[in-house]
């Protein structure tokens, strides 16, 4: 198994995570530089937060996307109509292309979804012809996502089992300072830079932080799908109190916060 995210409906997903992906995904293209005229490749498209977010890019000849969940790669599939876009179900730890196939190989919230993230570098790395960039950004669990700390967090004051949730959540792979950069280095990418990206996750209400998690998406739904009916119960009303935070329910907005690096093919 190269990915450790549970995804069951891509609707759910995209109330989890898709709608703040695509605000995030133009700040990390910017962060990216890519040479203009070039192809590129999207490693863990999801739904395609990254993938057409690139089409709008000036200049870019061609799209390649992969992912690991057939769930997201039929969405993707479905939701293109941009002829310079392929989409296709791999592995990100071994990536069916040639080597320096791609101008660009960027990754989008998926590295600290991949046990083996070193390998996944390591491909990016090897698709990518001489001169191209390879980029990657994934969300800070631990000290930069205070909507989603606001949970874990509320769910370890209630048992054994929700602090090992927040020890896995917040200790993923890649989320810590500078782990991204190493992991770069290591793999032998020049003019590694690493640094923070920023947008706000703005929820209307609890249901609409809730919904997907309670539903079972992503690693916190993940958790909540493990629960009998009254622990659901009692976490659901934890929370909901932690996100209420003694005021009436209605909008709430979080600064949220990722790790980007980018790194050269010597």
Not at 106 to 127: D, I, Q, T, Y
Not at 131 to 150: E, S
Not at 190 to 202: F, G, Q, Y
Request: aromatic content about 8%.
């Amino acid at each position: 198994m190269t990915s450790s995210f549970s995804v069951h409906d891509a609707a759910g997903y995209e109330q989890l995570m898709g709608r703040w992906s695509r605000k995030l995904a133009p700040l990390f293209i910017d962060f990216a530089r890519l040479a203009k005229g070039g192809n590129v490749l999207d490693v863990g498209c999801g739904t395609g937060s990254l993938t057409f977010t690139l089409a709008k890019v000036p200049d870019l000849a061609a799209i390649s996307a992969i992912d690991y969940s057939p769930v997201f790669v039929e969405t993707a599939k479905r939701r293109n109509t941009d002829p310079r876009i392929t989409i296709q179900q791999a592995d990100a730890c071994a990536l069916p292309f040639k080597d320096d196939a791609f101008d660009g190989a960027l990754a989008l919230l998926v590295l600290h979804f991949v046990p083996e993230a070193g390998k996944a570098v390591a491909e990016m790395r090897r698709v990518v012809r001489p001169g191209g960039v390879v980029a990657a950004v994934v969300w800070d669990h631990l000290g930069g996502m205070p909507g989603m700390r606001m949970m874990v967090d509320t769910v370890a004051a209630l048992s054994e089992r929700g602090r090992q949730l927040r020890n896995r959540y917040c200790f993923q792979p890649m989320m810590q300072p500078g782990e991204m950069k190493r992991t770069f280095s290591e793999q032998a990418l020049a003019d590694v830079t690493e640094t923070e990206l920023m947008i706000r996750m703005d929820y209307q209400n609890f249901d609409d932080f809730w919904a997907p998690i309670a539903a079972g998406e992503g690693p916190l739904g993940q958790y909540i799908a493990t629960l009998d009916a009254a622990e659901q119960a009692r976490t659901a009303v934890a929370v909901r109190d932690a996100y209420e935070a003694g005021r009436p329910d209605g909008p709430r907005s979080f600064a949220n916060v990722a790790w980007a690096c980018r790194g050269i093919v010597p």
